[in-house]
């Protein structure tokens, strides 16, 4: 699991909480201070990406995948 943390660290900003039985993660552009948003909220502090799930290695691997797959489309 640790793997997918630094794969996704290395693309983008990382916030990740749970609800109830549920983890959440949420993508931010590398250049966004995901922290920030609640002292200056605006367009450009928006999440790129987020889901959830109940099973936390999933949830990673979901966002890493789709992290991957936007890397390419860019190429």
């Known amino acids: 699991m640790e793997e997918?943390?630094?794969?996704?660290?290395?693309?983008?900003q990382i916030n990740i909480y749970s609800v109830d039985e549920n983890w959440c993660i949420q993508l931010?552009?590398?250049?966004?201070?995901?922290?920030?948003?609640?002292?200056?909220?605006?367009?450009?502090?928006?999440?790129?990406?987020?889901?959830?799930?109940?099973?936390l290695y999933d949830v990673l691997s979901d966002a890493l995948e789709w992290a991957k797959e936007q890397l390419e489309n860019q190429n």
Do not use: M
């Not at 997918?4 to 983008?12: A, D, M, P, V």
């Not at 201070?33 to 990406?49: A, G, K, L, S, T």
């Open 28 to 55: 931010f552009d590398l250049d966004v201070c995901p922290n920030d948003y609640d002292v200056q909220p605006c367009p450009e502090f928006e999440c790129v990406f987020e889901t959830s799930g109940n099973v």
């Open 4 to 12: 997918l943390l630094k794969g996704l660290r290395e693309l983008h």
